[in-house]
Structures are given as C-alpha cells and as structure tokens.
C-alpha cells in the first residue's frame, strides 16, 4: 500500500481555495456576458494532430500525450481489415499515442472555430474558463495544470472590439477593486519603426530587444541592437522612440511626427487614438475608471499579433502581468479556414488570485459557507432542530445540524473550525417552550427566538474564515 | 493540414448547452452548500499507483495514461546519478507512464482524505463536480470524458447524513421541477435476506440477481438463483421478499415480521425506519415534497455499500437511474488510513440533462445572454452607444454595438441569431434629440426613449432562445 501523493506541479484545492478562486471566476465570467460574450467549453483532450506543430518544438515537447489503449487498437485492426488504412511494418508514433491534453485555449477554439465555421453568427464572441495542461518543470507560481481565461471576437476587424476588451480589462479590475495599469501598443507602429530601421524583416529582431527593456535596461537594450547588426542611427531612432513620455496625448502627438511617411504607423497611431480617446469619453461619463497607457516599449512576443497589442500589469505588487492579448489576422488558417482576423484578450487568473491574496483584497463574505450549526442535543431536539432547519434552507440560509450528541466543547468547536458564525442550542427545555438560542460566535451575543420567529432571523454578522 | 476533428467519444460545449448545464450544475451546488457541503477540486491527472488496481481489471483497461515525457526521464536520471534508485536494464511500464487521468471522482477523493485527514475538520463533508475519464467504447449517451457531482460525508456513523442526503435529492429535484421517485434500501436487509438463505456468502449472487429484475422478470431471476444453487425453499423466501408490497408503512411492518431473528436485519429496518418517517415529517412541515419510497428491489451493485442505498429514477421518461449512492465503511483503508466510514450520493448529469431536454424543462431565462443590441448607424452615434452602453451595464444589462456600419438587415440578422430580445436604434436624428429607439423583436413593440430614462428601462422580456 503506497502513501498517496499529488503529481509534482498539480494541486488540490480546498474549500477556501475553490471559494476564493470562484470569485474571481465568476467575476469575470459576469464582465464577460455583459459584453455579450458567450461560453465555449472544449474537451481536455484533442486529437494529437490538432496541437502538434502548434508551439513551436520547445511547446510540441511539452504537450502531455495520451497512451492509446485496447480500444484503439482494436479501432486500428478494423480500419485495416477493411481496408482504410494499411498494415505498417515497424512501430509508427500513432501506434503509441494519438490524443493529448489541451496546451491552451487558443488553439482548441481554433479548431472549434474551423469546424463550426458556417453555423457561428459573426462576429462569433466567445469565451472559455479551462485548465490546460504543460509538461514544464514545476517551480513556484508555476503549475503543470493550471487554469486560462479567454475572451476573443472572430470575424471582425472594427476597433470597437478592441474598445470593449480594454473596457472589460477595466471593468474586471475595478470589480476585483485591484489597482492596475492597462498598457496598450500597436504592432504597426513598431513594424513602422522596423521600416524606418531598414525593413520589415527587422520587426523582430527589434521586438525582441525592446521586449527586455525592463530586465536589462536601454543601455544593454542597444547593445542587443548593434549585436543584431543595427547601425548608431538605426539605434539611436529605436531610443528616441523608447523614450517618448508623458500623458497618451503627448506620446500620441510625437509619434505623429516621427511616422508621417509611413501609412502603416499611421494607421497604428490612429487606432490607439481611437482606443484611448473613446475610453476615456466613456469613463468619464459612467464606465469604469480605467488607466489606459500608451507604452512604446510593450511588444508582446507572439509573432502572431498584428494590430493592438495589450498588456496588463497590477500596480503596488511586483509580478509579471497578469493579463495580455492583441489582435491577428488569421485565426484558423492552419485548420483550413483562411482569412479569419480577431482579437483577444486573457486574464493571468493564478497571478491575479496571488495578488489578491498579497494585497488582502478577497472580500469577507467570499468565505461564505454554513451560517448556522444546531447543536444536537438528544433524539427529539435533533428531530425538530432538522425541520427547523428545512424551513432556513427554503429561505437560502445554509444550516447544519452536528451529526451526533456529544458534549457542547466538541460540537463547538466543529463550528469554530468551519468557520460557521452562529450556533443554536435546542434543548428539552426550549423544545417544550418553543424557542430556540441563537448564539453569535464572534460577538458572543445570544438571542432568544422563537420557532416561528426563526425564519426571520438575520444571520448576516461580520466577516468570518471559512475552513 | 488535416481536417480538423474531435477525438472520438468527446463533445464540445456551445453557448446554450453550456447555460444549460451551468444551469443544473449551480442548482445542484446551491442545494449542497444549503446542506454545509463544501466544494473540492482534484487535478485531472493523478499518480498511477493511486488509481490502478481500484476499479477492477476491466476497469484498469479504461483508464487513460498519460505518456512520461523528457523532463521525466531527466528527473529519473537525476535520481539514479543521486543513488536514490537503481539502474534498471530493461524497459519497465514506468518508463512509458507514471500518471492517468482521473477515472471517477471517488478515488481522487479518497486519496485527498488519506493526504490530509489530521487537518481535515470531520464529519467532513465534500462535494466535487469535475469531468472524468474513460476509455470505454463511445456510444450514445456515453462519453469518454463526462461529469461526475458526488457529495459525501465522511468521518461519521450518524444516520443524519443519510437524512440529509435523501432530504438534498429531493430539494434539487423539486428545483429542477423534475418529479422522480428516490428509491431507498439497506445493505442490511439483503444481508439477513442472505444470511435465512444460508450464509452471508449467499449475499453477492443475492443482489446480482436481484438488479435484473427489472429487465429479465421474476422467472428468470428464480432460475438464476437456482443456477447460482439456491433451493427452492430459498428462492421461494428471496420471492417472498421482492414481492412485498404497499405503502412504505406497509412493507416496514412486514419486514420486521420475516426478519424477527436477525439483528442485521432489524437495524436495516430501523435505519430506514427513521430515514423514512424523518422526511416525511420534515417534509409535511415545510421541505420539499420528496417522494421517498422504500424498493427492496434495489441492490445496487458496488460491493463497498454496507448501510443505506440510494437511487433516483426520473418519473415518466425512460431512462436509468439519474442518481445513486449509499453507506461505506471504509473509504480510505486503500490508502493507509482504516475505518473512516462515510456516506456519499452522485447525481448522474449527462443523464438529467436529457430528462430535462426531453421534458422540456429548463427555464426560459437560462437562455440569457445578451438583452440589448446596438445598431451601429455612424461614428458619432456608435461612441455615444458605447458611453450608454457602459451606463446599462454597470447596472447589470447585458449590451453589445453592432461592430459596424453596415445595412439594417444585417444587424437585425445579428440580433435574431443570437436571440437578443431588444434592439436599440440610434441613428443621427436621434442623436440630435437625446433619445434613443426601443425595439422588442418579439412583440414588434417600439419605444422612443430619452438617454437618461434608459438606465431605468426595463429588459425583461418573455422567452427568448440563444444560440
């Protein structure tokens, strides 16, 4: 008989954990549906086909394959006696494995996309709350199951998706009541810039660097540049342009004067204009109170991005951001649907619960679990305490009635150790007077009520620790 | 580029299927957490070691492995250069998998009490709801990844749990709208019914007998007791019992007659006894109006069950049970740590989500996503609909702006497809007035509205269908 133990980088979580992490679920899923964004769940497991070759050879190494079992086999004997498929000499990779675990969300809703493609409504807004799973070496803050939050619009290229991505970024934030700032950029003025270094094909190069800016610093950042065959004029353009500053006007206005030949960075700056201009119009009037910034310096790493990119980062706690997204143009290209364009964003939900567990910002009531506990006091008094109870349940109030008469200490402390606020004592002498003791753990304050009286009892007290 | 599809005996989840089951899902979860049922979440992936061998041989076959990658071989070499293990010629089945997916729900929760059972506040009472796995042929109405939703309470012998648990069927259903019958049973009984028969031995082929009487008939059954070399004497007394009938009162009063000598089987009958006559108190007093109904029928077929069992029939559709469960005495022995009893009972979700589909059953207002789209009629008219837009949902209505200016047509087609009750027009004439059109789609009832009444209109509709 072996202890039992947990695979490395996998978690349980307890009740307070589920509760917690359900709150910030459940928020954003809230913002989500306001923005008419609707729910997309996929299987954990694809077929192997469908990830690999996805994520470059670094992600194909850490997608967790799934053995095929008897059934598979048997599937494979069938296909070849009729025919569909030959008998191989030798072992091919199919003979071992055709189905993985989900790596992401990004391309499972691909594939969905693809294969829904002519029964969505356009523009297809989805979103997908999943765990997904990566074979990495398990280390702090970093899990080989874990949780992504997506929300994408498909089949769109208005700006008005963007607006409404950083307004829920905003939205999200304030309700969680964290302090964040949303940084936001666009990739056609950094291949604008790329062109004014002597091409396009430079983007990357450029991106890169500019990537590690807040890690090492313009000095090193230039030195990257020169390394990666950069001239001092080329070099000396990407400075400028990393140390425009000031409010999003400002940054706005310069940046119209360093791009007026190219049409692409125009277009860039137009949009951010848009973007920023239309929130701040209606955050002003009634929408949240969003800090939307211009950063020059965000490029976002995934080549796919092709317009807006988007960053979020959480304001008085050092971590990594805990959100990001931008927009592409082809989603689905790889599963046989070309010309797709969208725009995404996703919430860090594992940072985001760490940082609201530094800052202390879970609300009290997230604990909420049992609000009362009946003590069992004999045969006839648990027999009333458990239609008593019925009657709480119908009204929402979540009740318990102690599972066996044993001395109050025992039962008192179940109660504490749960966390549950109030306790009532329904022994023979209130059994025969028809009253039950309502007693408030925090306060010590305790009441006499009725049975009739019960239902109307408020048990809302202050904030408790739930187990 | 392959066609992109989904392996086989998997489902993904759209926008309305996902409302609905989130719709049984949080109904079932409320009613636990009225009971002080608190949730746990489990990884998908577990150990090997902790499933095999639990589920039988054929259910050893129908766990999904999941493959060692190179990160686990390197972590294997780390451990023989450190001397921790040996070097092994030839190739071991842990040299391919060392984890799989979980298989049910039981296990997982098995191995967390046993991990964490000195911190554990007992009773201890779970609920989980989580897809497993298997890899069991596909066919209709099974899958090869599906939910289970279990609740157990564990580290107790009191009988007010199975109260509670009978009393939870009954309060979800009577939510659900759903009328079923809870058939209720005592290990206890079969195994008096066995002992009169000859031997507790006896017990076994008793029950396997008795679970297909509802299929192969009372004949039938006599002659597979007499294969399984019951005499006629027996089979005439396991007759006798099966053919009891009446009101629970009725079959209560009889089984105490036959089984006079046993005290097994009396404490069966005593147990429901009280479960029976508690619910029906509770339930004429305030409860849910549960139809609990005594079924010496029921055997239920897990060889763990040692008290009470448990099984939901939905009334008037046929399918098989939609829910089960029952008293165990030992839930983490398995595992290192004896003699923790328990009771637990599953809901059968996939299946309740047909009974509610084929009866029609789920509420109208499941559907609800978006209540209100904007046509997007210019520029200056779509930024003044976002700043309202911002306006309703901060007070909770879900919006959306069409995404572009496009003919009248097609936004309507927009809105219809996606079953949004409401349509707001704001075209330049409007803009001009401060006001705004309200279009019901269903009623053809059109409103004119001011900017600042719209906070205060009301979206409730009639039923409406989502996509």
Redo the contacts between chains.
């Keep these: 008989?072996?202890?039992?133990?947990?695979?490395q980088g996998?978690?349980?979580?307890?009740?307070a954990t589920?509760?917690k992490r359900?709150y910030i679920f459940n928020t954003i899923k809230a913002v989500f549906?306001?923005?008419?964004f609707?729910?997309?769940?996929?299987?954990?497991?694809?077929?192997l086909?469908?990830l690999m070759g996805k994520y470059g050879e670094e992600g194909d190494?850490?997608i967790?394959?799934?053995?095929n079992?008897?059934?598979d086999n048997e599937a494979k004997a069938d296909k070849i006696r009729a025919g569909f498929e030959k008998v191989m000499t030798g072992r091919s990779s199919k003979d071992?494995?055709?189905?993985a675990?989900r790596y992401d969300l990004t391309i499972p809703f691909a594939?969905?996309v693809?294969?829904?493609y002519n029964q969505l409504?356009l523009?297809f807004?989805?979103y997908q709350l999943q765990?997904v799973?990566r074979?990495?070496?398990p280390q702090k803050g970093r899990y080989?199951?874990f949780y992504q939050c997506d929300a994408d619009?498909v089949g769109?290229r208005?700006l008005?998706?963007e607006?409404?991505l950083a307004?829920i970024y905003a939205?999200v934030f304030q309700k969680l009541e964290l302090p964040v700032e949303i940084r936001i950029n666009n990739r056609k003025i950094l291949s604008a810039l790329a062109a004014q270094c002597g091409g396009a094909e430079k983007m990357i190069d450029i991106a890169i660097a500019i990537d590690k800016l807040d890690k090492i610093g313009i000095e090193k950042v230039k030195e990257e540049l020169a390394a990666r065959g950069l001239s001092n004029d080329q070099i000396h353009l990407i400075q400028q342009f990393l140390e425009i500053s000031g409010t999003n006007e400002e940054k706005l206005a310069l940046l119209k004067t360093i791009f007026t030949d190219n049409s692409n960075g125009q277009e860039g700056i137009q949009e951010l204009e848009y973007i920023i201009e239309?929130s701040q119009?209606?955050?002003e009037?009634?929408?949240?109170k969003s800090q939307i910034s211009i950063d020059l310096t965000l490029a976002r790493g995934l080549n796919y991005y092709t317009g807006t990119i988007f960053e979020v980062k959480a304001l008085g706690v050092q971590i990594g951001s805990i959100g990001g997204g931008g927009r592409y143009d082809d989603l689905t290209g790889?599963?046989?649907v070309p010309n797709v364009p969208g725009v995404g964003i996703s919430f860090g939900v594992d940072r985001i619960y760490d940082v609201l567990t530094e800052l202390n910002l879970f609300p009290a009531d997230v604990y909420s679990?049992?609000r009362l506990l009946f003590f069992?006091l004999g045969a006839a008094e648990?027999?009333k305490a458990?239609?008593l109870m019925?009657?709480l349940?119908?009204g929402?109030?979540?009740?318990?009635?102690f599972?066996?008469t044993v001395k109050f200490d025992k039962q008192f402390k179940?109660a504490e150790?749960?966390g549950i606020p109030y306790v009532a004592i329904l022994g023979s002498q209130e059994l025969e007077a028809e009253i039950i003791v309502i007693k408030n753990l925090q306060s010590g304050v305790q009441e006499q009520v009725t049975f009739t009286g019960l239902r109307n009892y408020s048990f809302d007290s202050g904030s408790v620790n739930?187990?």
């Design positions: 008989m072996s202890k039992p133990s947990l695979p996998t978690r349980d979580f307890d009740a589920v509760r359900n549906e306001l923005y008419g609707q729910p997309l769940e996929t299987p954990a497991m694809e077929n086909d469908t190494k850490l967790f394959k799934i053995l079992n008897g059934l071992i494995t055709e189905r675990l594939r969905y693809a294969m829904n409504t523009p807004k989805r765990p799973w074979a990495d070496r080989r199951e619009v769109s208005s008005v998706n607006l409404e307004s939205t239309r119009i209606a955050s009037a009634s929408g949240p790889l599963f046989g679990g049992t069992n648990a027999a458990f239609e019925q009657e349940r119908a929402g109030i979540a009740c318990e009635l599972h066996e179940y150790k749960k739930g187990q």
